[in-house]
């Protein structure tokens, strides 16, 4: 079968679709580049979230054990504090005693008993 000559192109369209033909692949490239570099720049994104999630996290940890510690030494704190003053009444008992003793033994020295 012998095609006729209408089914082919002239040599001007020809270039003239190789140029539009460059000019979308040219158009692609330049798209395609712009789209890695996004990519590139998403991809540092995310890599810099995980950092700081992974900081957080280890904050958060930290912050735990402070707690944790912090609560315990008001614990420790409370018992030091009630100890000085469980002395310091103590003391004032054991003087007010003495003091009543004294007194008592007075009295009944006055009276004859002892």
């Given at each position: 079968m012998?095609?006729?000559?209408?089914?082919?192109i002239t040599q001007p369209e020809h270039e003239e679709f190789r140029r539009g033909m460059d000019a979308e692949n040219k158009r692609?490239?330049?798209e395609n580049v712009r789209?890695?570099?996004?990519?590139?720049?998403l991809g540092k994104t995310v890599d810099?979230?995980?950092r700081i999630n992974t900081s957080v996290?280890?904050?958060?940890?930290?912050m735990e054990n402070m707690l944790k510690?912090?609560?315990?030494?008001?614990?420790?704190l409370t018992k030091l504090e009630s100890q000085d003053g469980e002395k310091?009444?103590?003391?004032?008992?054991y003087v007010l005693?003495?003091?009543?003793?004294?007194?008592?033994?007075?009295?009944?020295?006055?009276?004859?008993i002892a």
């Amino acid at each position: 079968m012998i095609k006729e000559s209408n089914d082919y192109i002239t040599q001007p369209e020809h270039e003239e679709f190789r140029r539009g033909m460059d000019a979308e692949n040219k158009r692609l490239e330049d798209e395609n580049v712009r789209q890695n570099h996004r990519l590139d720049i998403l991809g540092k994104t995310v890599d810099q979230i995980g950092r700081i999630n992974t900081s957080v996290e280890k904050l958060a940890l930290n912050m735990e054990n402070m707690l944790k510690e912090q609560i315990s030494q008001g614990k420790r704190l409370t018992k030091l504090e009630s100890q000085d003053g469980e002395k310091w009444r103590k003391l004032v008992g054991y003087v007010l005693a003495a003091v009543v003793g004294g007194i008592v033994t007075f009295l009944l020295g006055k009276v004859g008993i002892a």
